[in-house]
């Protein structure tokens, strides 16, 4: 069979199957049960496939480019160690399915649980066959999310929830270090792909990153294989349903962690630095795992403590930097995989026929289910290494380790050796706490359920396994030796020392120390008797010592005091403070540029100071000043202030020769002042509270750095700006405006040949700025209710209207009509001739000062003039801008002007002018650019007619408001109307 | 210049110009037919869009002009407006269409009814972006950031509300702060400079004597702040989640690209002017970007961590990936900025659906959920018996839906596995590992920002995934209609067609960060060969 057609399948079929098993209706249980089994089946069909290649020593590997730019393939590698962690996730994977249609409830939307199962099925053959570290990084992660998904499937409890989450960012996090330590190792090795890294032991533990990458790497395969302390995830783990703890929580998801150390132990171990972090979380592991095992309440807690010792002790193995014990740890990853896994499928068979996991509940199933109760029985005498078992063998190779552990510090030398016996008197105890507990002793009582035995499809994957740990710990040189050769020849290569699997190795001080740990397990499980019988979950001294709690605890603290406190210090929510860092953050900027380089003079020298000029600025700049003063304490006459600021700005337009700018100033002043005066009325008034006021020196502190900043600033910006006027490059765009405006524009106003040809398309945007701005306007103030405060009818309109009211012969609204009589004649007299001005102000505008936007703006200002002194009812019985239509067909022709290029074969916006002969005037120069300068007056008169609307009717609606308002109206109306 | 295939440039801009000028006309009561002619819009902007990439990226291989320029009243590029077009701008234009199209969609269901003028707004909004990332013009640039912000100003308030309106109003003020900065530096390195094409600018940089260099330098400072705010960089982005969160869905999904658009800018602007052929000023400013978009990744992943409110959640997501963003572009490397830009698109398209799904899940649950979230996690949760209840809860298929996009959102944002973004962080990191060389400290911390800021969103993603769809009793469906849920998984079926194919992907990136780096090609484009050589420095 060819290799890529193994290696593709046996990856990509669990995630097709997934994705199937997904689609399938809720309660399609045995269609997805069938499916899954026949893809685990033809997955381990696969593997076994490759096995003639294998196990001549072979590799074989398939390679798709993915990210050629980065070099990184997709690439797929087996070899004999991945073979045989391949043969174990599709094998036990393919128990665990059968035995999951029998456990899972038929009510359960199974099909959702086997497509989780198969993803991550196939996820984890990804991390066993990836060809380059980065890839096995990628899978590593999605085994972790496979995970939470699974322990999260009853996420309907508590437990499953907390479970998911503390398993998730437990392996998540461990996943990211490990990605950052591949990134190291990459950088060290100079590729990714596995054979380079593999051939690279010595760059790699020479090199002066090796430590950092070591680091990293090992914190992502010790929380994957709950080494201590980052052990407390998997106890948590066990929410998730039994076959899931069978399958991922004791034969694969946790041995991917030692596999990864595995992998790279031929490069990265050897070192002081490796003997010593591995070794110490794979003895601290070890024994706590087993203390804490004893202890347990709960079937699969103790299951699960003792899968993390179990651990710690392949961990440990693997940090002892000898070939030998690498052997030792392939194999014990094997027996472990096979008496657990059986253990596991062994408790949920209790806890399905049952109802509860409880030790304390549980006791004599030996007579409901004797056959469980045998196939269990065995699977803990290997758990607990009794001889012509498995566990057995790899104990032995564990303890002849043990002795014979190479290190400069002799004192640990006499430590392991009681660290490992005792680790195993532990592990008798619990092994026989479990089967003594749930199977021995009297007759249950109070039980969910009636016990009896499962359906014996349920029982056949125990069978199977147990079986397995029976033949291989009776006969291992001719059962799993060839596999374990294999492995461990493609594991270490060359340096793969001689090892003898056998049963019987004579006397010897490790047959010694097993023996020693059965008997003092048993006595210790006898002593232990009466404390367990009444001692609460967890173990004496270390019950306080939940890493649970604490890892909570973490995480409360982190994300939520930490990150609130942090948040709340480095950041702010308040605009005032947001707008000073602005403010603060651009003086710096440009202090730090010109700081750096040192700023010189100009080549342009300053003319002299006019005294008139620098009069009128002086005036300016007391408006400013006063404008800012005032801006907080009386809001109009701040406005009225920074209108005069405007106009000292249009007289220096003017002193400097720019009659357009000057034009467009005033006339822009003029609108805008207006429009906020208009608005002005709804501003709430000034809040003023006493209660909350600072102390007089905070106030002042905070004045004196908002006046240092203010002054800071201005002074910045003006020498800047005196800097950059004091200069003239040597070419300046300017030069092409004044030298084509006539020639090539067909206009002698320069500045409208600007606008309208040279960066007409500016003026476009600029056009559609001021359309969305008054859409905005209009849309936000038609759902703006006032404030309450301001919803009160003013108090000179109340003076007035009491007036009137008082006496017989006048109606209300009768003074303010008298009032703005003279005023409202003036304006309804001026307004054509407003008008008359727009038309001749758009007409000139390309050879004199004017354009459409000047025009625009004069022809608003006839129209708001009218509002303001007729009343918004008035206006509009009478004169009807519809105000959208006018932008609309305003932008249209401006856009249009420009489209109409293409059908002359010029880009956008090509301008076209010519003389034209009209009848009575005479020839009159023409330009396109003309009615892109209408389009622009119609749009400005639009939305500055929608801004107004949108205002005026905010007066019509808030004094609907108050009562008595349809009279005020109808008056208001009446005295626009008396004419 | 006279074939109508090379009005194609223009088109992006011009169409939602018109469509929304037309939808003015049309007035907001007839909003089915609005409705057509903004979806008829963006699907021509999306086709467009895609016609230009593939012109842009195949242009190159031929080995012929690498841009499009687009010369807007036939003035020569000296004086006149130009348009240009390359793979940067071809790549956000069809990031820029893909998000309005899903949000434009979205918005069908409910949101376009919530306030007036949607629509033409929506097309204002799509307009200002397409010019601000078609223009090569500084001063036209400015012109599209302010349509742009003025139609923006309309989406974040879109809908009303005190929050809205609230939000809206501090945006708005500090977008007209911005604004006046932005004038201020335009201004000063056209006074230095004498020019405002930026293809002319990047020759100009390096003859300029000291003196003057320190105006400009002064100038590009102060314009590269207002960039900066626009991107959220710490200390200038606290303006940003709140905003965002406080939009509507639709709305908000639009409006997350602007912060991209900053991010652009400083690209483009920065590379082109300060670049290799920048004599003195090379890389200037280059570490203020790697320091604050580390900053920024930091603050961003603390007000990840800290948020309990899931749309808010979004908009601190925006935070971290404008700073990983900011200091990949601050290392200044070719190959950091090739990951960076697939790292741009997918986390463009990720965020974007996310703001959308935050509005299906959030629907129907009770107020306050999220607060209690965090309260059942720091006292403990309900404990329910464990041997209870082992019977799975099944899931409807509109909640699997959800489920699995916010599953797909949360690895996207994270930055793992196996998605797109991780593929993009990678694709950041290795050459900053690259073998051979030596790693800066600015490497090492980005390696360490990138790892945090996903670990601290995968905590706060998995916290309020399990709030949201683990903790609520699945009987509370929420209502979700196709054309609400189908952008979603339009985007993020997007992202995982990026992760797919990640090689051409990649490829077009590296291309796109190769041209940037070394702006010859595009300065040759604009403005001709003769210019081309002086002083733009070495070109590979």
């Known amino acids: 069979m060819p290799d890529a057609l193994i290696l593709l399948s046996s990856i990509a079929l669990p995630f097709l199957g997934a994705i199937v098993a997904g689609l399938l209706p809720t309660h399609a249980r045995n269609a997805a049960a069938w499916l899954a089994g026949a893809i685990a089946l033809s997955m381990l069909a696969f593997v076994w496939a490759a096995y003639p290649t294998v196990a001549d020593g072979g590799v074989v590997r398939h390679a798709i480019p993915w990210m050629p730019a980065l070099g990184l393939d997709f690439s797929l590698r087996m070899d004999g160690f991945a073979w045989l962690f391949a043969g174990l996730v599709s094998g036990v994977g393919a128990l665990v399915v059968l035995y999951a249609r029998y456990y899972m409830s038929a009510e359960d939307p199974v099909p959702r649980f086997f497509a989780f199962l198969l993803a991550f099925m196939g996820a984890m053959t990804g991390v066993v066959l990836s060809g380059n570290l980065v890839q096995l990084a990628f899978f590593w992660e999605l085994t972790s999310l496979f995970s939470f998904l699974l322990i999260g499937y009853w996420h309907h409890t508590a437990a499953a929830r907390e479970g998911a989450r503390m398993a998730l960012t437990v392996t998540a996090t461990g996943g990211l270090c490990l990605f950052a330590g591949v990134l190291v190792l990459g950088h060290i090795v100079g590729s990714y792909d596995l054979d380079v890294v593999l051939a690279s032991g010595e760059r790699i533990r020479s090199h002066a990153l090796y430590l950092p990458a070591l680091i990293l790497i090992l914190l992502g395969a010790l929380t994957k294989s709950a080494q201590f302390p980052f052990h407390f995830w998997l106890p948590q783990a066990m929410a998730a349903p039994t076959p899931v703890s069978a399958y991922l929580h004791s034969a694969t998801l946790v041995k991917a962690g030692v596999f990864l150390m595995a992998r790279l132990w031929p490069v990265m171990a050897g070192t002081e630095a490796w003997f010593w972090i591995v070794g110490t979380a794979g003895v601290a592991t070890l024994l706590l795992g087993a203390y804490v095992a004893i202890f347990q309440l709960d079937l699969k807690g103790l299951l699960a403590y003792s899968t993390i010792s179990h651990l710690g002790l392949i961990t440990l193995l693997l940090g002892l930097n000898s070939e030998l014990a690498m052997v030792a740890a392939i194999f014990h990853i094997l027996n472990h995989a096979t008496f657990k896994a059986s253990l596991f499928m062994a408790v949920g068979i209790i806890d399905h026929e049952t109802g509860t996991r409880d030790i304390r509940r549980l006791s004599g199933l030996n007579r409901s289910m004797p056959f469980t109760a045998r196939l269990a029985l065995v699977a803990a005498a290997a758990m607990a290494g009794v001889p012509l078992l498995n566990g057995f063998l790899s104990k032995e190779m564990f303890f002849a380790e043990a002795l014979s552990a190479q290190t400069s510090q002799l004192f640990l030398l006499q430590i392991l050796p009681l660290a490992a016996t005792a680790a195993s008197a532990f592990s008798v105890a619990y092994s026989l706490r479990f089967i003594h507990g749930a199977f021995f002793g009297p007759d249950p009582t109070d039980l969910p359920r009636t016990p009896h035995e499962p359906p014996a499809w349920m029982r056949f994957p125990v069978e199977i396994l147990v079986l397995a740990c029976i033949i291989v710990g009776i006969l291992p040189a001719a059962t799993v030796g060839p596999f374990l050769d294999m492995a461990a020849h493609a594991a270490l290569g060359a340096a793969t020392p001689d090892y003898s699997l056998a049963v019987w190795h004579g006397f010897s001080l490790p047959l010694l120390m097993s023996f020693i740990a059965l008997t003092a397990g048993v006595a210790l499980y006898i002593g232990l008797q009466k404390q367990l019988r009444s001692a609460p979950d967890g173990p004496p001294m270390l019950r306080s010592f939940d890493g649970r709690r604490m890892f909570e605890r973490a995480m409360v603290f982190l994300s939520w005091r930490l990150a609130r406190t942090l948040e709340r210090l480095l950041g702010t929510r308040r605009l005032q403070p947001q707008l000073r860092l602005l403010v603060c953050v651009a003086i710096l900027a440009g202090a730090i540029a010109v700081q750096v380089r040192g700023l010189g003079p100009g080549n342009v020298m300053p003319s002299g100071i006019d005294p008139v000029l620098a009069l009128v600025w002086v005036g300016g700049a007391a408006c400013a000043f006063g404008a800012a003063w005032l801006a907080k304490f009386h809001r109009l006459a701040a406005l009225i202030l920074l209108g005069g600021t405007g106009l000292v700005t249009c007289v220096t337009f003017v002193w400097f020769s720019a009659p357009d700018l000057a034009l467009t100033q005033l006339l822009v002043e003029v609108v805008t002042t207006i429009l906020l005066l208009l608005g002005l009325r709804w501003l709430p008034k000034r809040i003023d509270n006493p209660a909350t006021r600072q102390a007089e020196v905070v106030t002042l502190t905070r004045r004196l750095r908002d006046l240092t900043i203010a002054i800071s600033a201005g002074a910045g910006m003006a020498g800047l700006a005196y800097g950059v006027m004091t200069r003239s490059p040597p070419e300046l765009l300017a030069q092409h405006f004044l030298a084509r405006a006539y020639t090539e524009g067909g206009g002698t106003n320069v500045v409208n040949v600007i606008l309208v040809d040279f960066r007409g398309f500016d003026t476009l945007g600029e056009i559609t700025v001021l359309a969305a701005v008054a859409l905005v306007a209009y849309a936000l103030l038609r759902r703006f209710r006032p404030a309450p405060d301001s919803v009160e009818i003013p108090e000179q309109q109340r003076d007035q209207s009491a007036y009137d009211e008082a006496r017989p012969d006048r109606s209300e609204g009768d003074t303010v009509a008298d009032w703005l009589l003279v005023p409202s004649v003036l304006t309804r007299l001026l307004f054509p001739v407003i008008i008359l001005v727009a038309a001749y102000l758009l007409l000139r505008g390309h050879d004199q000062p004017g354009g459409g936007f000047v025009a625009g703006l004069t022809a608003s200002i006839a129209i708001i003039l009218q509002y303001m002194i007729g009343g918004t009812h008035w206006v509009e019985d009478r004169l009807r801008v519809p105000p959208l239509r006018w932008m609309g067909v305003g932008l249209l022709l401006a856009a249009g002007t420009g489209l109409a290029a293409w059908f002359f074969g010029r880009p956008f916006m090509t301008s076209y002018f010519s003389y034209l002969g009209l009848p009575l005037l005479g020839e009159v120069p023409t330009a396109s650019a003309l009615v892109f300068d209408i389009g622009v007056f119609a749009l ?5 007619v929608l801004i107004l609307i949108a205002l005026a009717h905010q007066s019509v609606r808030g004094q609907r408001a108050v009562p008595r308002s349809s009279e005020g109206r109808a008056a208001a109306t009446r005295v626009a109307g008396d004419d | 210049m006279s074939g109508w295939a090379d009005h ?54 031929l080995g012929t002009a690498t841009v499009r320029v687009y010369r807007l009243g036939d003035w020569p590029a000296l004086f006149g407006i130009v348009l240009v077009l390359d793979r940067l701008s071809a790549l956000m234009l069809v990031l820029t269409a893909l998000l309005g199209l899903a949000a434009l969609v979205f918005s069908l269901a409910r949101w376009h009814r919530a306030g007036a003028y949607f629509h033409p707004l929506f097309q204002f909004q799509l307009m200002g972006l397409n010019g601000a990332f078609l223009t090569g013009d500084l001063f036209n640039l400015f012109v599209f950031f302010e349509v742009m912000l003025a139609a923006s100003y309309g989406m974040a308030m879109h809908g009303s509300g005190i929050a809205r309106v609230r939000a809206g109003l501090h945006y708005l003020a500090i977008n007209l702060a911005t604004s006046l900065l932005f004038l201020i530096g335009v201004s000063m390195i056209y006074g230095i400079a004498g020019t405002l094409n930026m293809a002319e600018l990047a020759g100009r940089v390096a003859p300029l004597a000291g003196e003057d260099r320190a105006l ?46 900053g991010v652009y800018a400083v690209l483009r602007l920065w590379l082109l002017l300060f670049g290799e052929g920048a004599g003195v000023s090379a890389g200037f400013g280059g570490n203020w970007l790697l320091l604050g978009g580390l900053l920024t990744i ?53 965020i974007g659906a996310f703001f959308l799904l935050v509005e299906l899940v959030e629907r129907g649950r009770e107020v306050g959920a999220d607060v209690l979230a965090v309260t059942r996690e720091a006292f403990g949760g309900e404990e329910d018996d464990p041997y209870d209840d082992e019977v799975g809860v099944a899931i409807p298929a509109s909640t699997a839906i959800l489920g699995l996009s916010f599953l797909t959102c949360a690895l996207l944002l994270a930055g793992l596995p196996p998605l ?121």
Not at chain 2, 13 to 37: H, K, V
Not at chain 2, 315 to 333: D, K, M, R
Not at chain 2, 467 to 487: D, K, M, N, S
Request: net charge positive; proline share 5%.
């Open chain 2, 8 to 61: 194609l440039t223009i088109a992006p801009i011009i169409i939602p110009l018109l469509a929304g000028a037309a939808m003015i006309l049309l007035g907001d009561r007839r909003r089915p037919i609005n409705a057509l002619l903004g979806v008829a819009s963006v699907l021509a902007q999306l086709a467009l869009a895609i016609a230009l990439l593939m012109a842009a990226d195949q242009e190159q291989a």
């Open chain 2, 420 to 540: 797109s973004s991780f593929l993009a962080k990678f694709a950041m990191l290795a050459p900053l590992f690259a073998p051979g060389g030596s790693t800066s400290p600015g490497s090492w911390a980005l390696l360490a920002a990138l790892m945090l800021s996903g670990l601290a969103t995968i905590v706060s993603m998995t916290r309020a995934g399990i709030e949201v769809f683990w903790t609520t009793p699945a009987t509370v469906l929420p209502r979700v209609r196709v054309i609400e849920i189908a952008p979603v998984v339009l985007l993020l079926g997007l992202c995982v067609a990026l992760t797919a194919g990640a090689g051409p992907a990649m490829r077009y990136m590296e291309a796109t960060s190769q041209m940037l780096h070394a702006p010859r090609d595009y300065v040759r484009g604009v403005i001709g060969p003769a210019a081309a050589g002086s002083g733009t420095g070495a070109a590979l």
């Open chain 2, 216 to 261: 400009l330098e002064a100038g590009a400072a102060i314009l590269g702040v207002a960039f900066l705010i626009k991107a959220g960089m710490w200390p200038l982005g606290f303006w940003l989640p709140t905003t965002y969160a406080a939009a509507g869905a639709a709305p908000a999904a639009i409006i997350s690209i602007l912060s991209k658009v």
């Open chain 1, 940 to 944: 400005v008169v639009g939305a500055t």
């Open chain 2, 298 to 350: 930091a603050f961003g992943s603390v007000a990840v961590l800290a948020t309990q409110n899931t749309a808010r959640l979004a908009g601190a997501n925006v935070l971290v990936s404008s700073g990983t963003l900011l200091a990949a572009i601050g290392s200044g490397q070719v190959g950091v900025t090739g990951g960076a830009l697939l790292y741009l698109a997918s986390s463009v398209l990720a």
